[in-house]
């Protein structure tokens, strides 16, 4: 049996250098978890439906399971672990906490990543699928968030509280 291709990777994940030999179809969702040991990020469907896997590569939110790691060589990832510890959460991992926008928390880490990425995108202006004019600069309300977070599914249902939790933290960040 032939040894399948290996390749270097050199990432910066979470703010510090990592350098990896991977093989060529490994995930960059299994490069975290399984090279990295950074279990925050979730595998979820391993097809790009749920989000659980949701990262930040060079700050564009991405579904992990659906990018090889070899793609990301010189990139800057960051994971759930990346945004904030127990002792110094992100404004976006307190809001959850506070709107108790998680149940069994697994699709959590993904959910938090995806929605901290969604207030850079509408910050930035860029438009999404429920913008009536995609020259102009989109408007922070609840159908933007629930659109840009639809990638993101919580088998839970715990919607509502994960949209009370963006808005809040957007006025933490906005303030």
Request: glycine fraction near 10%.
């Amino acid at each position: 049996m032939e040894t399948p291709p290996t390749l270097p990777v050199q990432l910066k994940v979470n703010g510090k250098p990592a350098a990896l030999t991977v093989d060529t179809r490994t995930t960059l969702l299994d490069a975290l978890r399984e090279h990295l040991h950074l279990t925050g990020t979730k595998k979820g469907c391993d097809h790009g439906q749920c989000g659980a896997c949701t990262v930040m590569v060079n700050g564009r939110r991405i579904n992990s399971c659906l990018s090889l790691a070899v793609m990301h060589d010189g990139d800057s990832v960051t994971t759930i672990e990346g945004l904030g510890t127990p002792e110094d959460l992100h404004p976006m991992q307190a809001a959850f906490v506070k709107h108790d926008g998680y149940q069994c928390g697994y699709c959590t880490p993904g959910q938090i990543c995806s929605a901290v990425a969604v207030l850079d995108e509408i910050k930035a202006g860029i438009p999404s699928h429920v913008a009536a004019d995609v020259a102009a600069s989109p408007a922070f309300s609840e159908m933007e968030i629930r659109e840009r977070m639809s990638g993101n599914i919580c088998r839970c249902g715990a919607y509502s509280n994960i949209v009370e939790a963006i808005r809040e933290a957007a006025g933490r960040r906005q303030a």
